[in-house]
């Protein structure tokens, strides 16, 4: 069965520093999809990113972006110049037949 | 375009009575997923249903739950005779052709057995 990993519980930083979420994954299949959910206090889930297993190209938008390493299973989301607003749980899914999710990350940006 | 509705927001139960969660999916979504987020956990997939079909009931506990999207209306997250275990948040997501496709997220239940 797949397995998605999100070793950070909890993060802290103070705003404008730079944050990296951590994933890891682990597949046997070839064609699966990656994606990021943030949650923030609200509660609802709100979608990031989708990333299918053969585009390995990393993407940037805004402060987002993301590195997609498939040679060591890892999808990691990076926030440049962090904001309060930012502060959210932040979920990272695999998907072939049904959506997997990781323990979430809860990253606090502190003013 | 509204986004996924769940409703009611939040609902509170006392043991042994019913639950029914309801979702409307995005208008021009035919497929419909929900998932149970317990107190400080992830998302646990619990079932996938397209219009007046179960696909994948995979991650449904065995005995209380069911689930329906039947062909009007919306579809029905039913949890019989609840305990406080149940209590936990619970999301509809849909997509519009295939489960292939980016799962958009209702803002979720939050269910409380008292």
């Known amino acids: 069965a797949q397995k998605v990993t999100q070793a950070q519980t909890e993060i802290s930083v103070v705003e404008k520093e730079d944050v990296t979420l951590d994933c890891v994954y682990e597949?046997?299949?070839?064609?699966?999809?990656l994606f990021w959910y943030k949650q923030p206090p609200s509660g609802e889930l709100v979608f990031l990113i989708r990333?299918?297993?053969?585009?390995?190209q990393n993407e940037i938008s805004g402060r987002y972006s993301w590195n997609f390493q498939k040679s060591t299973s890892s999808f990691n989301f990076t926030i440049t110049a962090s904001q309060v607003v930012d502060s959210a749980v932040y979920f990272c899914?695999?998907?072939?037949?049904?959506?997997?999710f990781g323990t979430g990350t809860r990253l606090t940006i502190i003013p | 375009n509204a986004g996924v509705m769940q409703n009611p927001r939040h609902l509170v139960r006392r043991r042994g009575q019913e639950a029914r969660l309801r979702c409307s999916p995005m208008k021009g979504h035919s497929h419909v997923y929900w998932y149970r987020q317990l107190p400080e956990e992830g998302l646990k997939f619990m079932v996938y249903l397209q219009k007046e079909n179960i696909i994948d009931e995979s991650g449904m506990p065995k005995e209380r739950f069911s689930a329906e999207f039947p062909k009007e209306g919306p579809s029905i997250l039913r949890i019989q005779q609840v305990v406080r275990g149940d209590s936990a948040a619970y999301f509809c997501a849909s997509s519009p052709f295939s489960n292939q496709e980016t799962q958009y997220f209702g803002p979720g239940t939050r269910l409380l057995v008292l």
């Open positions: 597949t046997r299949d070839t064609t699966y999809y």
């Open positions: 990333r299918n297993s053969f585009d390995e």
């Open positions: 899914g695999y998907r072939d037949e049904k959506l997997t």
